[in-house]
C-alpha cells in the first residue's frame, strides 16, 4: 500500500514528465518548422544541443521512475549517484543558459514558451525532485570524476562534427569564431563550473541529512 508521500512524489513525477517531454517536442516542432538547412540535418542540430539531450534524459528519467519503478531500471535510476548527477546536469543548462545565454537573443511567442521550460521549468522541477524526494545516501566525493564523463562525451562530439559542418551549437565553443585555443579555454571554465556544483550538490547532502529511499514509492 502507498503512502501519501509515494502519491505526492509521483504525481510529482507525473507533472514533470509533462512539462519536460512537451517542451522537448515543442522545441522540435519549433525547429523543424523554422530550419534553415535541410530535414535531415536540422534534426541532427536539434539533437547537437547540451540542452536538448539534457532535458531529454529528464523526461526519459521521471517516466521510467513513473511506469518502471520496481525494475532494475527503476531501482538504478533511484540510487543517489545517477539523479543527483541528472540533477546537475539540468542544473548547468539553467545556470549557463540565464547567465550567459539569455541575453543573446530575444524569442517571442512560443519559442519563448519552450525557451522557459526548457532552459527555467524543467531544471527547477528536477532540482525539487531531488531536494524532497530523491535518495542522496551514499554520495562520495569520488562520484564527481564518473560525472563529468558526460560533458566530455558530449563537448568531444560537438567538436568532431564542427570541425566537419562547421556547426556548433554555442558561442562559447564555436571555433570558427573564436578558434580551439580560445574554446578550450572556454570549455575548462564550464568543466570547472560542473565540478564546483559536483562538490556543491554533494555537501548539502552530506550537511542536510540524506534520504535512503523515503517516499521513492518502491515500498509495498
Not at 512524489?9 to 512539462?19: G, W, Y
Not at 585555443?181 to 568543466?191: E, T, Y
Amino acid at each position: 500500500m502507498e503512502t501519501h508521500p509515494s502519491k505526492s512524489r509521483n504525481f510529482f513525477l507525473a507533472v514533470t514528465a509533462v512539462v519536460a517531454w512537451f517542451a522537448v517536442g515543442l522545441q522540435f516542432y519549433l525547429i523543424i518548422l523554422n530550419r534553415v538547412t535541410s530535414i535531415p540535418e536540422t534534426i541532427i542540430r536539434y539533437f547537437s544541443f547540451y540542452t536538448i539531450l539534457t532535458n531529454i534524459l529528464v523526461a526519459l528519467y521521471v517516466t521510467a521512475l513513473l511506469l518502471k519503478p520496481n525494475s532494475s531500471v527503476g531501482k538504478f535510476l533511484t540510487r543517489s549517484g545517477p539523479v543527483t548527477a541528472l540533477v546537475l546536469y539540468i542544473s548547468v543548462v539553467g545556470i549557463i543558459y540565464n547567465l550567459v545565454l539569455r541575453q543573446l537573443w530575444k524569442p517571442e511567442g512560443w519559442q519563448r514558451v519552450a525557451d522557459e521550460l526548457l532552459h527555467v521549468i524543467v531544471p527547477l522541477l528536477i532540482i525539487l525532485y531531488w531536494i524532497f524526494w530523491a535518495n542522496r545516501a551514499g554520495l562520495k566525493w569520488k562520484n564527481i570524476f564518473s560525472w563529468l564523463v558526460y560533458p566530455l562525451v558530449y563537448l568531444c562530439f560537438i567538436l568532431l562534427r564542427g570541425a566537419f559542418s562547421g556547426f556548433y551549437p554555442y558561442p562559447f565553443i564555436n571555433v570558427t569564431v573564436l578558434g580551439y585555443n580560445k574554446v578550450f579555454i572556454n570549455s575548462g571554465g564550464l568543466l570547472v563550473i560542473f565540478f564546483v556544483l559536483s562538490g556543491l550538490f554533494i555537501l548539502i547532502a552530506k550537511i542536510s541529512g540524506t534520504k535512503s529511499g523515503k517516499g521513492s514509492g518502491l515500498r509495498a
